[in-house]
């Protein structure tokens, strides 16, 4: 199996730990092959978006999600590192509200599949990081929400040194409990 895959406190929320080849001279590794992800998550998803942003040590982006046209998402780390959060915000849930968090790093080359109807967002841990992510639909900005980061009702434990990075959109955000939610 190209993937060894492990739950996360969210049974949804899946941390694929790719098969990796190295040598003196490097590595290689396959970062997606449709077949094997199937087969090693049992979600047939398709994907019609790659993007990738480059952010500083101590910038916070999240927490978003689509309300139409949700997203799943297959996220990963291709230098530095980030604290990457899912939230649960299907109202019929029984995980509703609650989050899961993973470190992904290059070195480690983790990938998480959050898949449609979480919230999503990550925090940068090193100097910079380039974080790469496949999306099951497109942006939709007028169906983005997001929720507060430091929302209590959902009581994420960022792992800060300091107050973080947001921005206008994020800093913004409202609370979990008035924030529109997946009813199915």
């Given at each position: 199996?190209p993937?060894?895959?492990?739950?996360t406190?969210l049974?949804?929320?899946?941390?694929?730990?790719p098969k990796?080849f190295?040598?003196e001279r490097?590595?290689?590794?396959?970062s997606f092959?449709?077949?094997?992800?199937?087969?090693?998550?049992?979600f047939d998803?398709?994907?019609?978006?790659?993007?990738?942003?480059?952010s500083?040590?101590?910038?916070?982006?999240?927490?978003?999600?689509?309300?139409?046209h949700?997203?799943?998402k297959l996220?990963r780390v291709?230098?530095g590192?980030v604290f990457d959060?899912?939230v649960?915000?299907r109202?019929?849930s029984a995980?509703?509200?609650?989050?899961?968090?993973?470190?992904?790093?290059?070195?480690?080359?983790?990938?998480?599949?959050?898949p449609?109807g979480?919230?999503h967002?990550?925090l940068?841990?090193s100097?910079?990081?380039d974080?790469?992510?496949k999306?099951?639909d497109y942006?939709?900005?007028e169906?983005?929400?997001?929720?507060?980061?430091?929302?209590?009702?959902?009581?994420?434990?960022?792992?800060l040194?300091?107050?973080?990075?947001?921005?206008?959109?994020d800093?913004?955000a409202?609370s979990?409990n008035?924030?529109?939610?997946?009813?199915n």
């Amino acid at each position: 199996m190209p993937y060894l895959v492990s739950k996360t406190s969210l049974p949804e929320v899946l941390m694929l730990e790719p098969k990796v080849f190295g040598d003196e001279r490097g590595f290689f590794f396959e970062s997606f092959n449709q077949r094997d992800f199937i087969g090693a998550t049992g979600f047939d998803v398709d994907f019609v978006q790659d993007n990738h942003s480059r952010s500083e040590k101590g910038v916070l982006r999240g927490l978003h999600y689509q309300i139409r046209h949700p997203q799943g998402k297959l996220v990963r780390v291709v230098s530095g590192a980030v604290f990457d959060v899912a939230v649960d915000m299907r109202k019929t849930s029984a995980n509703f509200g609650k989050w899961a968090g993973v470190e992904l790093t290059a070195e480690n080359k983790r990938m998480l599949w959050i898949p449609e109807g979480f919230a999503h967002g990550f925090l940068v841990l090193s100097d910079f990081a380039d974080f790469l992510y496949k999306t099951t639909d497109y942006w939709y900005p007028e169906h983005e929400r997001s929720i507060c980061w430091n929302d209590p009702d959902i009581g994420i434990q960022w792992p800060l040194e300091d107050v973080p990075k947001l921005s206008v959109k994020d800093a913004a955000a409202g609370s979990f409990n008035l924030c529109e939610v997946f009813r199915n």
